[in-house]
């Protein structure tokens, strides 16, 4: 059906929390992965998205203070690890999504896990708003050139939202928003991605259904303003 109507999927989700505190737990969720790469190589995707985790028993990116322990972070690259290696011979990558509230909520976060994993198929699936805190909010430009700087053709997707901080509450509270409602530089991000060696695809995602399609005018009116092709 791909191949009949000329499209592509870009990503094959696998969210799962690869640093689940219980250990039986924690092996059924690396396996559901490596299931999903699985799957990815039937479709022909390139790859499967997921993200760190929390040592919480609960949610995905639940805040937890040993979720930045170096014990945390050796699960982690062990764990994917073992995907990758249950995996060996696939050509699908592993996307790892970044999140504030987790051990993977930098740039250099990424660049490190891509270096101690020490796979090819150990990749970046960006998403620079799960990476905005209070002190990147009024710098997402300096935020989106650390990202492609550093990671540069590692990155295999990107998610497309917006963050906002809550005017009026007493503690700092952002929250996602319609791209274009927030602060995040459009035109660096889409100036930065049209220069990769092979097209990326921009994914906005976790908006109410009749944003959408705000969210897709607004990244191409962005597009064409900065010189950048996206196909209709």
């Known amino acids: 059906a791909c191949r009949k109507h000329d499209m592509v999927i870009y990503e094959v989700g696998g969210y799962t929390n690869l640093i689940y505190p219980d250990s039986s737990r924690r092996e059924k969720n690396l396996a559901g992965l490596a299931h999903c790469i699985e799957v990815a190589e039937s479709v022909e995707c390139r790859m499967v998205g997921t993200v760190s985790g929390t040592r919480a028993s609960k949610n995905l990116i639940v805040p937890h203070p040993d979720n930045w322990t170096l014990a945390t972070w050796r699960l982690l690259v062990a764990g994917i690890k073992q995907v990758l290696r249950d995996t060996s011979g696939s050509r699908v990558c592993l996307g790892m999504e970044a999140q504030v509230t987790t051990n993977l909520d930098s740039p250099r976060a990424h660049l490190r896990l891509i270096?101690?994993?020490?796979?090819?198929?150990?990749?970046?699936?960006?998403?620079?708003?799960?990476?905005?805190?209070?002190?990147?909010?009024?710098?997402?430009?300096?935020?989106?050139?650390?990202?492609?700087?550093?990671?540069?053709?590692?990155?295999?997707?990107?998610?497309?939202?917006?963050?906002?901080?809550?005017?009026?509450?007493?503690t700092v509270y952002a929250q996602e928003v319609c791209p274009g409602r927030g602060v995040l530089d459009y035109e660096t991000y889409l100036a930065r991605m049209s220069r990769m060696k092979w097209p990326r695809s921009i994914h906005p995602e976790h908006l109410p259904l009749d944003q959408y399609p705000e969210a897709n005018a607004y990244i191409r009116k962005v597009a064409k303003k900065v010189g950048v092709t996206i196909p209709e």
Do not use: W
Not at 165 to 170: A, E, G, N, R, T
């Open 115 to 170: 270096e101690d994993v020490g796979d090819n198929r150990c990749v970046v699936n960006l998403d620079p708003v799960n990476m905005v805190s209070f002190d990147r909010y009024f710098h997402t430009t300096e935020l989106i050139d650390e990202c492609f700087d550093l990671l540069g053709e590692k990155i295999y997707g990107c998610h497309a939202k917006d963050s906002c901080i809550v005017p009026d509450k007493q």
